[in-house]
């Protein structure tokens, strides 16, 4: 591979990087960029990855050492207030020239604050195998996985799965596999490692619809919301908690794993993102599923059904310490030009992160991952896709926490839906006032 010196790289000679990288999964291959970046340079770049769940306290932590991070990244316009005073403006930077387009940047407070570097996909990751051989059986509600198109056809082929499993797994094992189904759903978990999946995910679904119909602002939100959508959210939430392995009431006793519960072939669906792609085909896991297994279907809202596609959004943009030494600044800029314009650089983040780019130099570099390809299907295919509204919770883990302790004691029978609607948009007017306030 050719290396692509870039424009920064003699302002930055004098310099040195510090990323606080926050996607786990991605460590080795940072790494690997990093001791290739110092070799052919002689710059030196240092990449630290917190354990999953700890990068927030581990940047607030970091930024408060004098040897703070010179790239970090924030999530959204409320990190770019938290941090204003630590964003460099990348206006004239490679990395914002190189957007194909605009909109995938956080601009607060006059200034580009954060470059998104990636953009993901969620939905309902599917076996498609297991699912193939359920439509070639007798009496099957569907012929094929592309007539499962509106939510009312998921809901009766997921009752209708749970149904038959022991008709299914018996199928599977004289088809010679080693799934074994427990239920049509992975486990709906709501302890601090998965429910974000439901506050944030499907949330995020309610969310879009309402603010289509406000015509707010689809990544901002309003102050006000109404709860057009929850009738939706509870038909979904009543079939994960219904059509599966797990006891509905200990979802948040973290005892369930919905990945492994996928990755071993114990669910037919699993709703979660594109980001799970490399973890679930990667060899080390110890999965049973394979890159052949697996797709990716809308989660189907029962509103506009027959042009929805799939979730489509970013929480990742790079931002450059502004408190940095000018030179370190210089360098993070050349560090950041050469990964998103090398041969090195495009084919790590699109082959062995597995990242889709928003990048204009990443023309003849297509991602690896199965699942962000079936997002640009969609898109091809005329399919609207669902912006990334759960963005605009305001004091996302206050809200979220309130809710999902009301959707667990809904799960559990302890309390009525009446009391999730009212965590739901009471609390976003509450936690809407105190974010305004701070």
Request: some cysteine; aromatic content about 12%; hydrophobic content about 40%.
């Amino acid at each position: 591979m050719c290396a692509v010196v870039p424009v920064y790289a003699e302002e930055a000679n004098t310099g040195s990087v510090y990323m606080l990288n926050d996607r786990p999964e991605t460590d080795v291959a940072w790494q690997a960029l990093a001791a290739s970046y110092t070799e052919q340079t002689g710059i030196e770049v240092t990449v630290v990855t917190p354990e999953d769940g700890e990068y927030d306290l581990t940047l607030q932590s970091e930024m408060a050492d004098a040897g703070a991070p010179t790239i970090y990244v924030i999530n959204n316009s409320s990190d770019a207030a938290t941090w204003d005073n630590y964003t460099y403006d990348l206006t004239e930077s490679a990395i914002y020239e190189h957007l194909s387009d605009h909109s995938f940047s956080i601009e607060y407070n006059n200034k580009i604050a954060g470059v998104a570097y990636c953009y993901e996909c969620y939905g309902i990751i599917y076996n498609q195998t297991i699912l193939n051989l359920y439509c070639e059986m007798d009496g099957a509600l569907i012929t094929s996985a592309e007539e499962i198109n509106s939510l009312e056809t998921l809901v009766d082929v997921a009752g209708d799965i749970t149904d038959r499993l022991d008709e299914i797994n018996e199928a599977l094992a004289n088809a010679g596999t080693d799934f074994e189904l427990t239920g049509a759903f992975t486990s709906a978990g709501l302890d601090s490692d998965s429910s974000w999946r439901f506050s944030g995910q499907l949330a995020g679904l309610a969310l879009y619809y309402e603010f289509l119909d406000d015509g707010a602002d689809l990544l901002s939100g309003e102050a006000e919301i109404n709860g057009t959508y929850l009738d939706q959210f509870k038909q979904i939430w009543d079939m994960y908690i219904t059509y599966t392995g797990a006891d509905a009431a200990t979802l948040t006793s973290g005892e369930w794993n919905a990945r492994d519960e996928f990755g071993m072939g114990k669910a037919v669906f699993y709703q979660n993102g594109d980001w799970e792609y490399t973890e679930l085909i990667s060899e080390e896991n110890g999965y049973q599923v394979t890159a052949d297994d697996i797709s990716m279907i809308p989660i189907y809202f029962g509103v506009d059904d027959e042009n929805e596609g799939l979730a489509v959004g970013s929480e990742n943009y790079w931002a450059v310490n502004s408190q940095a030494s000018e030179e370190d600044i210089s360098a993070s800029l050349a560090f950041l030009e050469w990964v998103i314009t090398s041969d090195e650089g495009r084919a790590s983040l699109s082959y062995t992160m597995n990242l889709t780019t928003p990048f204009d130099t990443f023309e003849d570099y297509e991602s690896g991952n199965k699942l962000t390809q079936i997002a640009k299907a969609y898109e091809e295919a005329g399919k609207t896709s669902v912006a990334w509204s759960f963005c605009a919770i305001p004091n996302a883990e206050e809200w979220s926490a309130e809710f999902i302790s009301v959707l667990a004691a809904y799960s559990d029978s302890s309390v009525e839906w009446d009391a999730v609607v009212s965590a739901f948009i009471d609390g976003w007017a509450e936690q809407w006032v105190l974010n305004s306030q701070e």
